[in-house]
């Protein structure tokens, strides 16, 4: 892989004496892409190296990056047009089709392959086991969504019923648990980055237990379209997949203070130390795929998560909600 990102720099140099500097630049007849994220979060590395080195840009795409704020609202965003791309959980994409939408929405690329949340502790815990949740208050996610669910995956893998054997409130909006375990409400809680290393910064809390450690690999997070989208567009998709494998080169190949650096104009309220610090978490567990493959096993691993917390009864047929061609491409380049 260093060989081929050293050949594909070279190209880069050249392209920059006709296209400028990466991302700054957008001038040029470029198809302008409004992608819709499910959250603003560093755990989504990959996506941001490559806007920040004008990746997107080289391939002739104008990104216009909106954030959803939750799986349900990018969901909505896609469907009705507001947004081209959308990059959330895949269980969104089952859940439409199950519901019977007729132009459903299709994963093309896989970018995360584990879980990006941790739980943090009210107070410090040497040696955490799974087991000392139980009869515990945990601030967990919303029914349905994929942080709660791995969350319960993991608690059923240690034989703890989350029915049972704890309470879990999943009554805080997404992005609002942390500022309520620092206001007191729980003994521990599930949490994204940065708000687990901010709670941690604070003395409100302490990082024990990585959610995609303890899982194992997971297709978490993905970017679809609409069907219609993409049989109508899928110059638009390939060169969209093939920058998003651009940065996802780049994650692989350089070191986490690197990254940490080509994505601060990503997280410009977070401090260049924070931002390392949780770059490094992330590198360390083995977060990002080397390529956008979203395969069969991972999507019936993700249908075994769904039936396990009682939100599908059918399964959904591979072929239908997922496309491997664009990024069978992308990382043959």
Not at 207 to 228: C, H, I, M, Q
Not at 271 to 277: G, K, P
Request: glycine share 8%; aromatic share 12%; net charge negative.
């Amino acid at each position: 892989m260093r060989k081929k990102l050293l050949c594909f720099s070279l190209v880069l140099v050249l392209l920059a004496s006709f296209v400028g500097c990466g991302a700054k630049d957008s001038g040029g007849d470029l198809e302008k892409v409004t992608l819709n994220e499910v959250a603003h979060s560093i755990f989504y590395a990959p996506m941001y190296v490559a806007i920040e080195e004008g990746y997107f840009a080289q391939e002739g795409i104008d990104v216009e990056l909106v954030t959803g704020f939750g799986a349900d609202k990018t969901m909505t965003a896609v469907l009705t047009g507001e947004a081209d791309i959308g990059f959330m959980g895949s269980e969104t994409t089952v859940y439409t089709y199950v519901g019977g939408t007729q132009d459903y929405v299709v994963n093309f690329a896989q970018l995360t392959q584990r879980a990006g949340n941790f739980l943090v502790s009210r107070e410090p815990v040497d040696d955490f086991s799974w087991d000392m949740v139980k009869g515990t208050d945990v601030l967990g996610g919303r029914a349905g969504g994929m942080p709660q669910m791995v969350f319960e995956y993991i608690l059923k893998k240690n034989n703890i019923d989350p029915m049972k054997d704890l309470s879990i409130d999943q009554s805080i909006d997404f992005g609002s648990t942390a500022a309520a375990f620092s206001g007191g409400q729980g003994d521990f809680t599930v949490e994204f980055e940065p708000h687990a290393t901010m709670l941690e910064e604070k003395g409100d809390g302490y990082v024990v237990a990585s959610l995609g450690e303890d899982s194992g690999y997971v297709p978490y997070t993905a970017f679809s379209a609409r069907k219609s989208y993409i049989e109508k567009n899928p110059d638009v998709i390939q060169a969209f997949t093939n920058a998003l494998q651009m940065g996802m080169d780049y994650v692989n190949t350089h070191t986490p203070e690197e990254i940490a650096e080509v994505i601060r104009p990503q997280f410009a309220e977070t401090e260049m130390e924070t931002l390392t610090t949780i770059v490094t978490r992330y590198y360390e567990q083995d977060t990002w795929k080397e390529d956008l493959i979203f395969s069969e096993d991972a999507f019936t691993l993700l249908q075994n998560i769904l039936e396990e917390s009682d939100v599908l009864e059918t399964r959904v047929p591979y072929e239908d909600l997922v496309t491997t061609e664009y990024a069978k491409k992308a990382a043959e380049k």
